[in-house]
């Protein structure tokens, strides 16, 4: 008997404060938050076939199209440690097709995509197969929940908007089992804000995620980190309500920044930026100096700029962008993202 295929899109994120550092099951060492991206989004269908025997996970993956092995083993290893919560994975084989909108050789992170929206099919499939019912708020939890389990970020990226996930002093509902949507009304100033991605280069990753983290076990400023990310949290929730351009502007650089002087002085030690993105980063200091716009970066664990900006200084940026930092970019790769309403669900029969 086969099942509903369940097929839902879901988006990248992009982390204004970061997470970096972790303990136990994939808890985060400091609350961290983030914009959904629109643009920069992954699609993950899931088709089930019931199976004659309960034999653990059966499952045949494809990524655009094709096999994927490192990619199918560790979706697999994922599935076993969720078939408690979710009895249908043992009683159908998995059938999953997944997609990205980006090149996966952008260097824009696709694990928060990809795992949030295979997190979202499962828990659609396990209402309808396993009967169980949630109300909406509950159900953007527990998927949040699942996704922190295949990556971190990607508990963030099943809401629209702004997400935050983390306990943090600053925010009542923070926790550390799943993000949160933003739980304050952010200024207007900040409706469909801009993110332009800036392709410095598109290798892999030099370090991935999981040893990235792993250095901040025994990091000489990690104490110190903690503090900063807290407070960064409160500087940015106020700049978020407030609609202070010159305090989001310095919170994000500042964050951003730390994380790489975190990577370049943990042992091993790392330096991602190129000097594309140090002259990216200079320039855009001298256009927001000069012009007076707001216009400012972050930046993930490698060497490509984020920039975000208003949507009401769209024009001007775009033009800054392409005479200035054009350059910059290999092969002339820029993403033009900004906020997004998050993910989306289709149902085929
Ligand atoms: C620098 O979520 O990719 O992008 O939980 O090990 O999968 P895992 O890590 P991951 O880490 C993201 C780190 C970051 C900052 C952030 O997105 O908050």
Redesign the pocket.
Request: proline share 0%.
């Given at each position: 008997m086969n099942t509903a295929t369940i097929t839902w899109q879901s988006p990248s994120?992009i982390?204004l404060i970061?997470?970096?550092g972790?303990h136990g099951t994939?808890l985060p060492n400091n609350a961290?938050l983030?914009l959904t991206l629109s643009q920069a989004n992954t699609t993950t269908s899931l088709a089930l076939k019931k199976k004659k025997k309960k034999t653990g996970i059966e499952l045949d993956f494809k990524f655009e199209g094709k096999k994927n092995e490192p990619f199918a083993e560790k979706i697999a290893t994922f599935l076993t440690s969720l078939i408690d919560e979710l009895p249908f994975l043992n009683e159908y084989a998995l059938t999953i097709n997944s997609e990205n909108s980006f090149p996966h050789s952008a260097g824009i992170?696709s694990?928060?995509s990809a795992m949030s929206a295979l997190s979202l099919c499962l828990l659609s499939q396990h209402m309808i197969t396993d009967k169980r019912e949630y109300k909406p708020e509950q159900f953007y939890q527990k998927a949040s929940h699942y996704a922190r389990l295949g990556?971190?970020?990607?508990s963030r990226s099943v809401y629209p908007d702004f997400a935050l996930w983390g306990k943090s002093a600053h925010v009542k509902a923070g926790n550390d089992k799943y993000a949160i949507q933003y739980p304050n009304k952010f200024s207007s100033d900040f409706n469909d804000l801009q993110d332009s991605i800036l392709i410095v280069n598109e290798k892999e990753k030099a370090v991935s995620?999981?040893a990235?983290?792993a250095l901040m076990n025994n990091h000489s400023m990690a104490k110190q980190r903690y503090v900063n990310a807290e407070a960064r949290m409160k500087d940015l929730l106020s700049a978020l309500t407030k609609g202070d351009w010159d305090l989001f502007c310095t919170t994000v650089e500042i964050e951003a920044l730390e994380?790489h002087a975190l990577m370049m002085t943990s042992n091993p030690s790392f330096i991602l930026m190129k000097p594309g993105t140090l002259e990216i980063i200079e320039r855009v200091r001298r256009f927001r100096l000069e012009t007076k716009i707001p216009v400012c970066f972050t930046l993930?664990?490698g060497p490509n700029v984020h920039l975000l900006y208003p949507y009401f200084e769209k024009k001007k940026v775009r033009n800054f962008i392409q005479e200035e930092l054009l350059e910059f970019c290999t092969k002339k790769k820029i993403i033009y993202d900004s906020m997004g309403s998050g993910p989306q669900l289709r149902i085929d029969d």
């Open positions: 994120n982390a970061k997470y970096w972790k994939q961290s983030s992170a694990s928060a990556s971190g970020s990607a995620s999981r990235g983290h994380l993930d664990a």
